[in-house]
């Protein structure tokens, strides 16, 4: 997800995502998943969804959160990508760090 340009140029950034969420217990339970695409400290793309899953069930989801690094100065700046997944019997969390270089 490194990413490079220069001063006043827009940089595309994305943010792939993929979750796969298994009921392995023997009742009904519910899961919130949620992508999120953070460029330099401010929320460039997000999604979440609810779900419901019987016993047994499975479901799998990927997409991809776009944004736009533009800076009128040099520098380094951070960016992550974050998946999570919460539900009434577990929870998971994933986050990727990168870095967009911006140069004169």
């Known amino acids: 997800m490194n990413v490079s340009g220069r001063v006043n140029q827009h940089i595309s950034v994305r943010g ?7 009921n392995d217990t ?21 999604y979440s969804r609810n779900i419901d899953l019987k016993p047994g069930a499975t479901f799998n989801a990927s997409d991809t959160t776009v944004g ?3 800076k009128s100065s040099p520098g380094s700046y951070r960016m992550s990508a974050s998946t999570k997944i919460e539900g009434s019997s577990a ?5 990727s760090y ?7």
């Open 16 to 22: 792939n995502h993929s979750v796969y969420i298994r």
């Open 26 to 46: 023997n009742s009904a339970q519910w899961f919130k998943y949620s992508y999120e695409l953070i460029i330099d400290g401010y929320t460039a793309g997000s």
């Open 68 to 70: 736009d690094l533009n």
């Open 91 to 95: 929870s998971a969390s994933d986050t």
């Open 98 to 104: 990168a870095t967009g270089t911006v140069s004169k």
